[in-house]
């Protein structure tokens, strides 16, 4: 999911950090207590029941993706 | 009125329960048969049949985007009516009210039963209030019992689907369900989804209009349980297997976003203001093009086939799935859960 | 912008995917899928009936709640019946039969038993029911374990004394050691948990691997994951390698999540735990550690629990660990059903009789 706006800092256990992310049109403030690198706007996340659990910038899930395109035409 | 809320002795028979009925009711549902306040209506019918009807409703929460239990009570009678094909004549309203329920909630719900009336254009005749102690109901329940006049010649029933015949949806699926799940879930989401609660039988009535009654085979409106419980039921009452196809199911982007993430099956979710159609397959197009001649119709679309049973082969739905491949849609078993993992 | 989600459901690339696996296929192959949320996925997309014949997928015991104990299950329903306890609770678990009936009976009956989507909710619930003892039925794997540590350390930071937890959090890899230490097992290949994976790593399914030589790829949920992982997996085991593949690298880091590790190790160890159907493994659970122990609810309540029994017929223990299918099960889709069940594979969203029963041909169709 793609991160729009960040608040709170990681370690601050009274108030945890969120992240307004958004897919599909649907928008979610997911916890960032555990995840492995604080995201940034732009960046993107991957959410596992309310809490993202690892972060991966914009040219990384790009690049994921022309991966498995390469796959699918040549092997 | 001096309280602002409701309390025992508005449930007592009494001058309260006279006011109440005057100030919050007659105010706003006022018709010949309604003003009389005897103890039945009595009403003129023509010759015919009549399709006949009971609902209650305890929607939580009581107020939602796109509606309330007042609209959703008025919406669910009368299209329980026009899946007959049937256009609402009447209507009767029993309400329960909790002790304490707040009088402008109680008048925000009348201000909708009858705005919702008058949109279905249909009276309620008759009507009855009680009050129970607090705790005893969530805020209000309603009843409701509607009539309606079927059109001579026309013969419907989840029974009557043949092989070959075209199965129809008249919009976006999953919008109620959604809509209210948001409203009660504790996680904090943006995505601004409405249920769809309408009535529909202008939709059928274009319909009708438009294709020969023997071609048409029935209606059903996919509430509780949703599409696939609807369609399962179908294939049992006139024993078929039902074919569909994922990707012609017209669902709201927001709305799948929103169950991917809640791990719910929008073919689960209750829709309030949507009808499926089986029709001769050779008048699918006409029953397409009526539907979208009307805006609750608008992304109307043919999203399956009634199929012929093999031997020993019990009825089923089947789904062709987005990628390709094949499985059952099953009939909803329990309230959809939560994942864990 | 590419809908980057809509790409990972492309019915081409499945096609093209599926055309490659054939090309490798050179025999029949049995692959494992120990994911809850992959065997839902598989099912959901209709995946198994795009396979080849000679491609087997059988499911392991990646379902949280179904590999949870009886009698873990009946102490967490006599933990709802004990005055001034509220119990809160994943969905999943409401409805396991337990011997003596389930949370969902314990709450008709009038215990005070509360579904939320996540420990941080039961944790609000106790701030604001300050006259309750909230406990939190910890049960998950490697993924639900960081978010529970951190719950924990968020309770102790606001000073949260009514909030405990019943930890049942268990590790997947020990199992998998445990699970194919059976020889009569036949996998050729397994297809590893995604968001497990996330958190503990590509690199730890390394010692399974080489000690099984077992060929591991690390997929993601979608149809074009699932596909790549089973085409990879194809790949090795018609060549006769075994290595551990990640191709779910949009999410899996190859040391996995340094802090998310750092939290469970904080607050927790590890401990033998006993799984239905697997019996006792070592060091597989894990326990709060001495330092968080005010927070284990077992430490605050005696919890009384008459014989656990096994739910008679029930085969769900064998199914979890691949020894049967559903339909193998005689009480399956007859006396066991999603609202009558009898064990809780049947009950829990991710657990195999769930699936085979919603999606999947239990008749001739």
Not at chain 2, 1 to 20: C, F, P, V
Not at chain 2, 168 to 180: E, K, L
Not at chain 2, 229 to 246: G, K, P
Not at chain 2, 313 to 339: H, Y
């Amino acid at each position: 999911m793609k991160v729009l706006e960040v608040q709170g800092e990681q370690d601050d256990f009274l108030n945890p950090p969120t992240a307004l992310v958004e897919a599909q049109g649907t928008t979610l403030n997911a916890r960032l207590d555990i995840v492995d690198r604080m995201p940034e706007p732009g960046d993107y996340v991957i959410v596992h029941a309310g809490f993202a659990i690892h972060t991966l910038s914009s040219e990384d899930a790009h690049k994921s993706l022309e991966l498995f395109k390469d796959l699918a035409q040549h092997g | 009125m001096k309280n602002n809320r409701i309390t025992l002795d508005h449930g007592s028979g009494g001058l309260a329960t006279k006011e109440l009925i005057q100030d919050v009711f007659l105010a706003r549902l006022s018709n010949r048969y309604l003003d009389r306040l005897e103890d039945s209506a009595v009403i003129g019918i023509e010759g015919g049949r009549l399709a006949f009807t009971t609902d209650s409703y305890v929607v939580d929460p009581v107020f939602f985007p796109g509606g309330d239990i007042g609209s959703l009570a008025v919406h669910g009678t009368v299209n329980d009516l026009a899946m007959q094909g049937a256009k609402p004549k009447a209507l009767t309203l029993g309400l329960i009210l909790e002790e304490g329920l707040l009088f402008q909630e109680l008048e925000q719900i009348a201000d909708s039963i009858s705005r919702a009336c008058k949109e279905a254009q249909v009276p309620v005749v008759a009507a009855d209030t009680k009050v129970v102690p607090r705790g005893k109901a969530d805020k209000i329940f309603i009843n409701t019992a509607g009539v309606g006049l079927i059109p001579e010649g026309l013969e419907l029933g989840s029974h009557r689907a043949h092989p070959g015949d075209a199965v129809i949806v008249s919009g976006f699926i999953g919008d109620h369900g959604s809509a209210i799940l948001m409203s009660r879930s504790n996680l904090s989401f943006g995505a601004e989804i409405h249920s769809d609660s309408a009535p529909l039988y202008d939709l059928v009535a274009t319909v009708l209009e438009k294709c020969p009654f023997d071609k048409v085979r029935l209606f059903r409106d996919p509430t509780r349980g949703g599409l696939a419980t609807v369609l399962n039921e179908i294939a049992q009452s006139s024993n078929v297997r039902i074919e569909v196809d994922e990707g012609a199911i017209p669902i709201r982007k927001k709305v799948s976003g929103v169950c991917e993430l809640l791990g719910l099956d929008p073919l689960y979710l209750a829709n309030e203001g949507k009808c499926v159609a089986v029709v001769d397959s050779g008048y699918s197009q006409e029953v397409i093009d009526a539907m979208k001649e009307l805006p609750i119709g608008a992304h109307a679309a043919l999203i399956g086939r009634i199929k012929a049973l093999d031997v020993s082969q019990r009825p089923v739905v089947t789904l062709k799935t987005g990628v390709g491949g094949q499985r059952i849609v099953s009939m909803l078993s329990g309230e959809p859960l939560p994942r864990i993992c | 912008m590419v809908d980057l989600e809509q790409v990972f459901r492309d019915r081409q690339m499945v096609e093209a995917l599926l055309e490659r696996l054939m090309d490798k296929l050179s025999g029949p192959l049995s692959f494992m899928e120990v994911c809850g949320t992959h065997t839902m996925s598989i099912f959901r997309h209709g995946i198994r009936t795009l396979l080849p014949p000679d491609i087997r997928l059988v499911s392991g015991p990646g379902c949280p709640v179904c590999v949870t104990s009886q009698t873990d299950i009946d102490r967490m329903v006599g933990l709802s019946e004990i005055h001034g306890v509220v119990v809160a609770t994943f969905g999943d678990l409401m409805r396991v039969p337990g011997t003596a009936g389930s949370l969902s009976d314990a709450r008709a009956r009038g215990a005070s038993v509360e579904i939320v989507y996540s420990p941080a909710e039961a944790l609000n619930l106790a701030g604001s029911k300050p006259s309750s003892q909230v406990v939190f039925l910890s049960v998950g794997f490697e993924t639900t374990a960081p978010v529970v540590a951190a719950t924990v350390l968020e309770a102790q930071a606001r000073g949260i004394e009514n909030f405990s937890i019943y930890c049942c959090n268990k590790l997947m890899p020990p199992a998998l050691h445990a699970l194919f230490q059976d020889e009569e097992l036949e996998i050729s290949g397994l297809l590893c948990p995604g968001h497990v994976s996330s958190i503990i790593g590509a690199k730890a399914y390394e010692g399974l691997c080489a000690r099984f030589s077992m060929p591991c790829v690390i997929t993601g949920f979608e149809p074009v994951d699932i596909l790549t992982g089973l085409y990879h997996l194809t790949c090795q085991a018609s060549e006769g390698k075994a290595f551990v593949e990640n191709v779910y690298h949009r999410a899996v880091p190859q040391d996995g999540n340094k802090r998310a590790l750092a939290l469970m190790e904080k607050v927790f160890e590890p401990t033998d735990a006993h799984w239905r159907g697997l019996g006792t493994i070592d060091k597989s659970g894990l326990e709060l550690r001495e330092e968080f122990s005010a927070f284990d609810v077992q430490r605050r309540f005696e919890i009384e629990v008459k014989d656990s029994q096994q739910p008679k017929g029930c085969i769900c223990g064998k199914i979890i660990r691949a020894k049967a299918l559903p339909t193998d099960c005689a009480l399956f889709a007859k006396a066991c059903t999603p609202t009558k069940p009898v064990g809780p594979c049947m009950v829990s969203s991710e657990g195999t009789c769930s699936a085979y029963y919603k999606y999947g041909s239990y008749e001739e169709q």
